[in-house]
């Protein structure tokens, strides 16, 4: 059974429309002008135990909406969603009892107060017992280091600093769902390197089921074997990163410098150009490896230098938005 | 319970680090308590009563008045409009416990805070200035205090079912502030109502106002007989109950519509 089912799910919100200059903002005072902004138009994945998938998407494109309407602080329009087999519309409090959530951009942790104070509140609150609370810190400690922060005051910490302690205070209670909105967020790379060793020990030690959103395609390299790409409030890719790579870029470059200038031809491999010694080839993967390539081209003049480029991730991605807005 | 009683805790902790807040805002109770003291004296000048009420006792109702109202103080406002403006609400909605009774704790712990920094000591500042502010007798003294208690309850479920109107207008701009005025008006907590006019003051008792001050103070200075009391302390209830049946009705509808602001 999965996890996280969700089904059709569409988000609308009423907004109003800002008029353009003084007459149209005293027009606006009296009558505002109001329309409808879908967030998430129709939306359907599901997800097993112990994933980690991330769900990626450019700004505007629904994804914090998504995550908003699976942890039950927003009501779908229409749609379903099941967390543990139990909808976090009819059910909240249920639903948040085994779930963790981060917010990147905001934070749980009680600002004034130590950040002992907030973990120690969480305890409470889902009723952790000793042994699993003393357990749990133990363990989250270990990567994120929390004994050097937990006396000092939430408002006192760095930006990672406090990440670090909102991690910690989305899994006190061992949830078995865990949503991340952007964790990495304006992290330098020590701290998000911390974070990310968090989330792959979590998932392989305790198989959290985890749904990453971000922006940061290091994080997605790094942690995700599925992703799911949303435009426009769409589902526009799903499948394991790997797969997507193939279908979008299934070629590679291999860049040649010989020691003069040359001009060698493959059956399979395309010259992309030719200037002076240095030669480019573009060649399909499932038809060539470059070792064959490299072997044949070897054969015939003397190699100065080679580079083999792959299309980058950020590449990718974007010939995914783009793919999906074109449709 | 364990959790609610950590928040009311922390809310203490939490106030406690706004020192400056603290001792400007007892300042300035201190200041209007005097003033209004000082002010019902100069009325009274020589009369020996107006409506039944002595200077002296007009005096004391004053004191309670404040003293009270440092303990009404209703966080339930700012706290649910924050949330709604900045969008904090969401850390709120995560946690497996009902929002209210969340914010109910927080201002539990208000009271107390307030209690030791701003009743007690307006207490001694009110003590040296205008003398103890005796209660008409001790069965009034316990008669207001489940008066008072009952009159918290109005107060907070009316400010909460207000507050909610911040979950469908982001930006309310002052008018909490307005209410504000406008409850210390209506509920004689500065001038009692029997210095209205007939008209209003007939027209105030068919609201709630009435029932967070100036009833109350009217049973601790003994403007009542002790079955009176007992007859406002029903009508206390019976308003408590209703504004509890419209807010539980409000919240379901508001949370429902909750906006989330930014990211």
Redesign the interface.
């Known amino acids: 059974m999965p996890v996280i089912e969700v089904k059709h799910l569409k988000k609308q919100?009423k907004s109003v429309r800002k008029q353009k200059g003084l007459k149209g903002a005293v027009k606006g005072l009296f009558r505002p002008e109001k329309k409808i902004v879908t967030a998430v138009d129709d939306i359907s994945f599901s997800i097993e135990r112990g994933e980690i998938v991330g769900y990626i998407g450019p700004n505007g494109a629904g994804k914090?909406t998504t995550v908003?309407m699976m942890?039950?602080?927003?009501?779908p329009t229409s749609g379903e969603i099941l967390v543990n087999g139990i909808s976090p519309v009819k059910d909240?409090?249920?639903v948040?009892?085994h779930?963790g959530?981060v917010?990147g951009?905001?934070?749980?942790l009680?600002w004034?107060?130590r950040l002992g104070?907030s973990f120690?509140?969480?305890k409470?609150?889902?009723?952790v017992p000793d042994e699993v609370y003393s357990e749990n810190m133990a363990m989250m400690d270990e990567i994120l280091d929390l004994k050097s922060i937990v006396d000092t005051p939430v408002r006192q910490l760095s930006l990672g600093q406090r990440m670090r302690g909102d991690l910690a205070a989305a899994m006190l209670h061992s949830p078995d769902v865990l949503f991340l909105?952007?964790p990495t967020i304006g992290l330098d790379v020590d701290a998000k390197h911390a974070i990310r060793r968090f989330i792959k020990e979590i998932n392989e030690t305790r198989k959290t089921t985890i749904i990453l959103t971000t922006h940061d395609l290091g994080d997605i390299q790094e942690l995700c074997k599925r992703i799911i790409i949303i435009n426009k409030g769409v589902v526009i890719e799903d499948g394991s990163l790997d797969e997507l790579i193939d279908r979008i870029a299934p070629y590679r470059q291999l860049v040649i410098d010989f020691y003069t200038e040359q001009h060698i031809e493959h059956p399979n491999a395309e010259i992309v150009s030719c200037e002076g010694s240095r030669t480019v080839y573009r060649f399909m993967k499932n038809e060539i490896s470059a070792a064959a390539l490299i072997e044949y081209i070897g054969g015939k003049a003397k190699i100065k230098d080679i580079r083999l480029e792959e299309a980058s991730i950020d590449d990718i991605i974007r010939v995914a938005y783009s793919g999906g807005s074109t449709e | 319970m364990?959790?609610y009683i950590?928040?009311a805790k922390?809310r203490i902790?939490?106030m406690m680090?706004?020192r400056v807040h603290v001792w400007t805002f007892l300042i300035m109770q201190c200041l209007l308590m005097a003033a209004v003291g000082f002010f019902w004296r100069a009325v009274y000048g020589g009369t020996e009563a107006a409506h039944g009420v002595s200077g002296d006792m007009m005096i004391t109702y004053t004191v309670v008045s404040m003293l009270m109202s440092s303990l009404y103080y209703m966080g339930v406002e700012d706290r649910i409009a924050d949330a709604v403006k900045?969008?904090?609400?969401?850390?709120d909605?995560?946690?497996?416990?009902?929002l209210f009774t969340l914010y109910f704790a927080e201002d539990i712990g208000n009271i107390i805070f307030n209690l030791f920094f701003s009743t007690i000591p307006m207490f001694i500042v009110a003590l040296i200035i205008f003398g103890l502010p005796v209660p008409a007798s001790t069965e009034h003294f316990w008669l207001f205090l489940a008066s008072f208690v009952l009159g918290y309850g109005i107060n907070w479920t009316f400010s909460a079912t207000f507050a909610l109107l911040a979950f469908s207008a982001i930006d309310l701009g002052p008018v909490f502030s307005i209410k504000y005025h406008f409850v210390n008006m209506l509920s004689g907590s500065i001038i009692p109502l029997w210095f209205f006019p007939e008209w209003l003051r007939n027209a105030l008792y068919f609201l709630p106002f009435v029932y967070m001050y100036q009833e109350p103070l009217s049973i601790y200075i003994g403007k009542y007989t002790p079955e009176e009391c007992l007859i406002k302390l029903g009508i206390q209830a019976v308003w408590f109950a209703g504004l509890m049946v419209v807010f539980a009705f409000a919240q379901n509808r508001a949370t429902?519509?909750?906006?989330?602001q930014?990211?």
């Open positions: 919100f914090s908003k942890s039950g602080i927003l009501r909240r409090k249920a948040v009892k779930l959530v917010f951009q905001r934070t749980q009680y004034d107060l104070e120690e509140l969480l409470r609150i889902y009723d909105d952007e | 364990k959790a950590y928040v922390m902790q939490t680090a706004y900045s969008g904090s609400i969401a850390t909605m995560i946690k497996p416990i009902n429902r519509r909750v906006l989330v930014g990211g």
